[in-house]
């Protein structure tokens, strides 16, 4: 049974319009004018118990609003979801206690007292009985490896450490599924790469199911096979981020070394020159016609050294979020994803 | 029980404050100085020798007396911290954990009280020691318990009330004139300046009664009156019935508009 299924999920809010200068404003007292804003609009997705999928998108483009609704804490306008077998904007009880939001710019711990305090009082919140909690910690500030911080207060941690504490006192009531929202925010690259280590261990071992959104290309890459796009609301991608480059990066970077330390001239006519440096040039060639082009190089010049890569990922999301806003793409391949079955 | 565990982390919180409490302390007892000052002015100057049945040593005591009320009735920052967590969006903290957030506002509040009572009590029995000449006579054994119980329910009917006026913020975005206003209300009907019994001199007489049947009175002037022995027998028995119902009252009033917030709240924001 899926951890996540979502269903046509749309979720319209009504936004005060107001009024430019001091009339406008005086107008506005008597009579509001509206406007409806679709955050989201018809998104359908499901995810299988241990995957950890990444939820891309430009700002506004309705992630956050999708988790609050997987979390209970907006119920949609139209669509239905079932997460843990649950509805989750009925808020039980029994759904609370399997899962947790994450959210990288709310603290959720006591700033003047130490982690532990905190710790002590999710325990309670949770009615977790003490030995499973003493273990679950011991377990995890290892894992985290912050087992001597937990006594100092939260204003002296550095950014990383609280986050490793957030995460922390969000898995001490053992969730099987956690929504991460921007869990690395303002992180510098090695707590990243740290944060990224423990809640891929942590999958490994507790099986916990994860979708996390991030806009640090690097978080999505070092965790997730499986990417959900989304931009104005809309599902624009559901499949493997290693598919995402056939699907949208319709180029293909193509890196040649010629002999005598300079290019030749005249590559124009086999695609954009993105970069050239001495004798290295860098072509951007459409996917289709790769072998063609270099067939036709290879003919012409004396090639050095060459090689054939993808763009850098960041490069075909921007690509994806840009091509959403123009209304260039569809839905119609979000269906045709391979997760793990 | 979740909530005691709640109460007793919540108070190691506020212990860290004591620092701040021992001076807030201090400086709440400057304009009380003023208050006395200005009533011994007043005795002094109109020559008469009580006002609304105070004499001057009771008007001293109504004043202390006031200031112990308001120990347990006031909830400072409570109303702005509800209508703060609503429109920063850290009310999920309460939808997302199996928790109730007017029962776990409550137990915070009461270890705040607990704390803030430890740390004060030294400086307030200096105050009333100095002033002991003021109190004429310490009242019964079923008067004090009166007292206790109409500290307590003014405990109750401060948390529940000022709840519900943080909770208006589920429906305004700016909601601090309002707690302005209820603020400066507050002070005068609840007769944390003077005794109500004052105002008949001056007020029609409807108003006066409008005003002692108000639930402000009960955070003030009630339980001091009750202390100076001046609601006896069974104004004081349903005095202490009235505060218990606007108790339960605002208890109910904030149920209900959590639940309606809360459904508001899940569907415009978040």
């Not at chain 1, 107001?18 to 804003?37: P, S």
Request: charged share 20%; aromatic share 12%.
């Amino acid at each position: 049974m899926p951890i996540i299924e979502a269903d046509g999920l749309s979720k319209t809010y009504r936004v005060f319009q107001k009024k430019e200068g001091l009339l406008g404003a005086l107008r506005g007292l008597f009579r509001r004018e509206y406007k409806e804003v679709r955050a989201v609009d018809g998104v359908s997705f499901q995810i299988e118990p241990g995957e950890i999928v990444g939820f891309l998108g430009p700002n506004g483009a309705g992630k956050t609003t999708t988790l609050k609704m997987l979390s209970g804490l907006i119920y949609p306008t139209t669509g239905t979801a079932q997460v843990l077998g649950h509805v989750p904007w009925k808020r039980e009880d029994a759904f609370r206690r399997r899962f947790a939001l994450v959210m990288g710019q709310k603290n959720q711990l006591w700033w003047d007292l130490p982690a532990g305090d905190s710790f002590e009082l999710h325990r309670e919140i949770y009615s977790l009985p003490l030995d499973q909690f003493k273990r679950t910690l011991g377990e995890l500030t290892d894992l985290f490896g912050v087992g001597s911080l937990v006594r100092q207060p939260v204003r002296e941690l550095s950014l990383g450490e609280r986050m490793k504490m957030e995460l922390i006192a969000s898995l001490l009531h053992q969730p099987q599924l956690l929504l991460l929202d921007e869990p690395t925010i303002g992180l510098d690259v090695v707590a990243q790469v740290t944060i990224q280590k423990c809640l891929r261990d942590y999958n490994a071992q507790r099986g916990v199911t994860i979708l996390l959104t991030s806009h640090y290309m690097r978080d999505v890459e070092a965790l997730c096979r499986r990417v959900l796009v989304i931009t104005h609301g809309k599902l624009v991608y559901d499949g493997p981020l290693a598919r995402i480059h056939e699907q949208f990066g319709q180029t293909k970077l193509v890196r040649l070394q010629f002999e005598n330390n300079e290019c030749p001239p005249g590559l124009e006519r086999y695609g954009e020159v993105a970069r050239r440096e001495g004798p290295v040039a860098d072509l951007k060639v459409e996917r289709g016609q790769v072998p063609e082009v270099l067939a036709a190089i290879l003919g012409a010049y004396t090639v050095v050294d060459m090689s054939v890569q993808d763009p850098p990922l960041d490069q075909v999301i921007a690509k994806v979020f840009e091509s959403g806003s123009n209304g260039e793409l569809t839905t119609k391949d979000t269906k045709g994803h391979e997760g793990k079955k | 029980m979740k909530y005691a565990k709640i109460l007793r982390i919540s108070l190691v919180e506020r212990l860290v404050y004591r620092a701040d409490f021992f001076v807030s302390t201090l400086f709440r007892f400057l304009p009380l100085v003023t208050t006395f000052l200005l009533w011994d002015a007043i005795y002094d100057s109109s020559g008469s020798t009580e006002f609304g049945g105070f004499t001057r040593d009771k008007m001293i005591a109504y004043l202390l007396l006031v200031q112990i009320s308001r120990m347990f009735s006031s909830m400072p920052g409570l109303s702005g911290s509800i209508a703060h967590d609503i429109r920063h969006g850290d009310l999920k903290k309460y939808l997302l954990q199996p928790i109730d957030m007017i029962a776990y506002l409550l137990s915070y509040r009461i270890a705040h009280k607990l704390a803030y009572i430890a740390t004060t009590a030294l400086p307030y029995a200096i105050l009333f020691f100095l002033c002991r000449h003021v109190f004429t006579s310490f009242p019964d054994f079923i008067t004090f318990s009166a007292y206790v119980a109409s500290l307590v329910l003014s405990f109750m009917l401060g948390f529940f009330f000022e709840a519900c006026i943080g909770m208006v913020g589920f429906w305004f975005l700016e909601v601090t004139s309002l707690f302005y206003i209820v603020g400066i209300l507050n002070f005068f009907v609840s007769g944390q300046m003077f005794p109500l019994d004052l105002l008949a001199d001056w007020l029609p007489g409807w108003v006066v009664v409008l005003l002692q049947n108000l639930p402000f009175q009960y955070l003030a002037y009630f339980p001091a009156m009750v202390f100076l022995e001046m609601k006896t027998g069974w104004e004081l028995a349903i005095g202490l019935l009235l505060e218990a119902a606007w108790a339960v009252f605002f208890f109910l009033l904030a149920r209900w508009m959590y639940r309606l917030g809360l459904r508001r709240y899940s569907a415009y924001g978040g």
